[in-house]
């Protein structure tokens, strides 16, 4: 779910689907949580990932290594 933050614009969300199929943790634990790097990641990559993170259970108040909730960085950003 890292490869989020390395995606070129407009990539396809395709792998992130099929990575959430094959069982990969939405709430993986990490200086960066996954909703985190899907809600940086979205004035390039829009909300989609985002919203597959959700859908497949990612927790908006789950804190990161740091303390700080994945909505922080939400709820700071302007998406246009």
């Known amino acids: 779910l890292r490869q989020l933050e ?3 614009p407009g990539a396809d969300p395709a792998v992130l689907r099929e990575l959430l199929a094959a069982g990969a943790d ?6 960066q949580l996954p ?3 899907a809600i940086a990641a ?10 597959l993170l959700l859908e497949a259970g990612a927790q908006p108040n789950r804190r990161n290594e740091f303390g700080t909730p994945a909505w922080f ?8």
């Open 35 to 37: 909703l985190e790097a």
């Open 73 to 80: 960085l939400g709820a700071a950003a302007s998406i246009d």
């Open 6 to 8: 390395r995606q070129p």
């Open 26 to 31: 939405p709430n993986a634990p990490g200086q």
């Open 42 to 51: 979205s004035r390039r990559l829009g909300l989609l990932p985002v919203k």
